[in-house]
């Protein structure tokens, strides 16, 4: 893998850590949420869960917070990539594509 790309990927992720670091709290309330979604087994976006999460808990601190919260369900594999993208809904995303995931519960 190229360098550029792999120095690119190590800035998203500690980018992404920092954020999480700053909303702890919200960051474990959220995580227990996602497993708890009534529909496990049903697939989401990442978009789909965050409305859900901001309607039960309020929104994060920050909207990178979001992204982090995905990235941590899925290294705990609470949701699982389907190799799926859908255009997502709201408005200021502009239908971009996005991974569609499988809620897990599993832990």
């Known amino acids: 893998m190229n ?3 792999t120095a690119g990927e ?3 992720d500690a980018a992404l850590e920092d954020v999480a670091a700053n909303a702890k709290a919200w960051m474990a309330d959220a995580l227990v949420l996602i497993q708890s979604m009534e529909h496990r087994g049903f697939t989401v ?3 789909d869960v965050s409305v859900f999460v901001a309607a039960e808990l309020g929104p ?3 909207p990178n917070a979001n992204g982090a919260l995905i990235m ?3 290294r705990k594999k609470i949701l699982k990539t389907t190799g799926e993208y859908r255009p997502m809904k709201k408005r ?3 239908a971009r594509k996005t991974p569609v995931y499988r809620i897990s519960g599993e832990e």
């Open 10 to 12: 190590t800035a998203r």
């Open 72 to 74: 941590n369900a899925v």
């Open 60 to 62: 994060p601190h920050h």
């Open 3 to 5: 360098d550029l790309f």
């Open 45 to 47: 976006t990442g978009e």
């Open 92 to 94: 200021q995303s502009h």
